[in-house]
């Protein structure tokens, strides 16, 4: 508002202005409410219950006596009490694990918050809830959440595409006529095609800027349809992501995304396990997963690649070019390798830790396609990413008979993906054999479950939760993560779609 023009009429609205007439007109301002709402999870056997916390407030006053009109899908909804001072409370109690939407309204005001429930929560930890906003959670895939160390900025990697799609298209577009088994030129129309073609979320501005979509053609997936490989399968997916970055707003909500991602207009080149290092200056240290298919470097698997961006400026991480069948025609990468003694093998997920006085000292990966373990490798000489890195094998407290990925190590802790559950592990560097490694049992606390799902299948149940990584903001720490919701029911052939989306809950 430009006051040097409004001042006559702002001064109006506040005090009697006379007309030329002589007449004297009173002007009231219309009143301005604002409301907010806390989520606090009561820790009980079974279900926790939500108590939801209203606060009311009329030019910044707490606002008491008045009806607040609740829309709430699921649950049991207990009655409203007044609790006075502008502040109202009440409580839903629910039935089964799943995203629990809590609406408020109160005259031109209106709030939502997403309760997350979960079989297990750690005691003391907060009420996990789905990120607040339009941005993050759209329609769509949003896998690999990263917030970084400040909570400033929450990342994801996004598609417009059903994740069953990725899971099932070779059973989908099923052809006996080649090696691998499907022919994605004869597919559509199929049983359940739609999961391999159909778009579902934004992938254009304000919410998705700049999305690769060369493979989207009249909202349909085409792949790489020109692809052919003889005798082995007609086509290939190119289902299409890119790393989002958003900004944290007032209100808690993340908004004003920039991206993260190759210049690929297919979008298919995607890196994936994001994590960093603050620089203070509006610039990160990064580093990420990827696989390049012109130099694998000793394997053709998933690699640590580093770099550093400037946060809320978009970030090429190199340029992807294609020839007319499709293929790869060059990719130059902006990103370089760390300088790992040895690549082999499945280096994923990567997490950066760095201790108090900012020196990173070592980089924890995973390898969720073989082994299912994770893996440390500790900087031994020199300084990151060029220096001597170390590998050290984890003992069998952390590497058990279960899935173990996506690790965050806080120096003290150490989280992780086990099966279906974020886990931790206290780090006890001073307990017996240890010393100063990672490498022995005595290292380690034993398995504390941070958050759990049980492998929950129903609709709208939470099947999974993971990647954590974890924030201190306004002076309390917070872990945000994914949860793997069932969404969809396809009526043939028994396939279901699994919605991934961004949540938070406060640690003890």
């Excluded at 991480?317 to 902006?334: H, K, R």
């Excluded at 003694?341 to 070592?362: D, F, K, R």
Aim: aromatic residues 12%; charged residues 15%; glycine residues 12%.
């Amino acid at each position: 508002m430009k006051m040097f023009l409004l001042s006559g009429l702002f001064l109006c609205l506040l005090f009697s202005c006379k007309s030329k007439s002589g007449n004297t007109h009173s002007t009231i301002a219309t009143p301005h409410y604002e409301l907010s709402l806390d989520l606090t999870r009561l820790d009980v056997v079974g279900f926790d219950p939500i108590n939801v916390t209203v606060t009311l407030t009329k030019d910044s006053v707490g606002l008491a006596g008045q009806t607040l009109s609740l829309t709430v899908s699921k649950g049991i909804v207990s009655t409203v009490t007044d609790m006075g001072g502008g502040q109202y409370s009440f409580t839903v109690t629910p039935s089964s694990t799943g995203t629990y939407p809590i609406t408020v309204s109160y005259s031109d005001q209106t709030i939502t918050r997403k309760a997350v429930v979960l079989d297990t929560v750690e005691t003391g930890a907060g009420q996990p809830m789905a990120v607040p906003g339009n941005f993050v959670n759209t329609e769509g895939y949003e896998d690999g959440v990263t917030v970084t160390p400040d909570g400033e900025y929450l990342f994801v990697q996004y598609g417009p595409f059903y994740f069953q799609g990725i899971i099932s298209f070779s059973s989908i577009c099923a052809s006996g006529v080649y090696s691998v088994g499907y022919d994605l030129n004869t597919c559509q129309g199929r049983t359940n095609s739609f999961l391999v073609f159909d778009t579902i979320g934004p992938y254009t501005s304000p919410y998705r800027p700049g999305f690769p979509a060369n493979n989207i053609s009249a909202g349909k997936l085409v792949h790489l349809n020109d692809l052919i490989l003889a005798g082995v399968a007609n086509g290939l997916v190119g289902f299409p992501t890119v790393f989002y970055g958003f900004k944290r707003q007032t209100d808690g909500s993340f908004a004003e995304p920039f991206k993260v991602a190759f210049d690929d207009e297919k979008g298919v080149s995607g890196p994936f396990g994001l994590s960093f290092k603050m620089n203070g200056d509006g610039t990160a240290q990064f580093v990420v997963a990827w696989n390049n298919y012109y130099n694998d470097l000793g394997d053709d698997k998933p690699d640590i690649y580093s770099g550093t961006l400037t946060l809320r400026t978009d970030k090429s991480l190199g340029a992807v070019t294609y020839a007319a069948n499709d293929t790869f025609l060059s990719i130059t990468p902006s990103i370089s390798p760390v300088n790992f003694s040895s690549h082999a093998g499945v280096q994923g997920n990567p997490h950066l830790y760095y201790n108090g006085a900012g020196q990173i000292e070592s980089i924890w990966t995973d390898d969720e396609q073989v082994s299912l373990d994770l893996s440390v490798y500790r900087l031994t000489s020199g300084t990151f990413p060029s220096g001597t890195w170390g590998l050290d094998t984890l003992p069998t407290v952390i590497n058990t008979g279960a899935e173990e990925t996506q690790p965050f190590f806080s120096g003290t802790k150490l989280y992780f993906r086990r099966g279906t559950k974020i886990v931790s592990h206290v780090y006890t560097p001073t307990n017996g054999a240890c010393g100063s490694t990672y490498t022995h049992n005595d290292c380690w606390g034993p398995e504390v479950i941070v958050l759990g799902a049980n492998g929950n299948s129903g609709l709208g149940e939470i099947n999974t939760v993971g990647e954590p990584t974890i924030a201190t903001y306004g002076g309390k720490t917070y872990l945000y993560f994914v949860y793997v919701e069932h969404r969809l029911n396809s009526a043939i052939n028994g396939l279901i779609d699994w919605n991934l989306d961004a949540a938070f809950v406060e640690l003890p």
